[in-house]
């Protein structure tokens, strides 16, 4: 199995520039996760899935943050318009059901000037 | 979004010594507690996690000792190998999964 797939794996942006972090997650999960890692913060959840909908979404920072998971196979998280405070990296992680493991995939650094 | 609350932030050990990690929840509703390792530029993978039926956990080297009354639970790595140094994170899960500050882990040589 391939794992959890994210793309890009780098970015660098400049303030104000439309962000979209992908995430393909492991075949047949169907819970999926959105984090982001800072050294001040360190694991934040922002929004999670289950079965393709929105559970819950309370830790998206505001509303320039968005996240859609239009089919079992494929979520975004999108960020616009982006903000230096918002250079972190992004972690999409996915598990079988609610409880138990959960795989992350290796993460989509963004930095934005 | 502090559910789960880590120490220490970081640790120095030598060769050989017991790594100690603490951690404590507050929602009694969390029936899942995993510790992840995270090494530079990867993603946190599962190393051992626990059920709140069970006090004590063992899988070679890596012991989760859970105290449910205390709300808490702690990762134990005995004979800590430079190879063990990485960050590592607590969790507690229900329907979703929320992580400790984390702990950077030095092991000496």
């Not at chain 1, 289950?50 to 196979?73: C, H, L, Q, T, Y």
């Not at chain 2, 009694?28 to 510790?35: K, M, R, S, V």
Request: with cysteine; aromatic share 12%.
């Amino acid at each position: 199995d391939a794992g959890v797939i994210q793309s890009p794996r780098h970015e660098v942006t400049e303030m104000g520039q439309e962000v979209t972090l992908r995430c393909k997650p492991i075949s047949g999960h169907n819970s999926l996760f959105w984090y982001r890692q800072t050294m001040m913060r360190g694991l934040e959840l922002l929004i999670y899935f289950n079965n393709n909908v929105p559970i819950d979404d309370s830790g998206m920072p505001e509303d320039r943050f968005s996240a859609k998971m239009p089919n079992a196979s494929f979520s975004t998280l999108k960020i616009q318009p982006s903000e230096p405070r918002d250079s972190a990296v992004y972690f999409c992680a996915t598990m079988l059901s609610s409880g138990g493991e959960l795989f992350f995939g290796e993460g989509s650094r963004l930095t934005v000037l | 979004q502090q559910q789960v609350k880590q120490s220490p932030q970081s640790l120095i050990v030598q060769k050989g010594g017991i790594s100690i990690i603490n951690c404590a929840y507050e929602n009694t509703a969390f029936d899942y507690f995993p510790w992840y390792q995270q090494f530079p530029g990867k993603g946190p993978a599962l190393l051992i996690a626990i059920r709140p039926d069970v006090s004590e956990k063992k899988e070679g080297r890596f012991t989760i000792s859970f105290n449910k009354s205390a709300k808490q639970f702690s990762l134990h790595i005995m004979d800590s190998q430079p190879g063990d140094s990485a960050t590592y994170f607590c969790a507690a899960a229900k329907y979703d999964m929320r992580f400790g500050a984390g702990t950077r882990l030095t092991v000496k040589p």
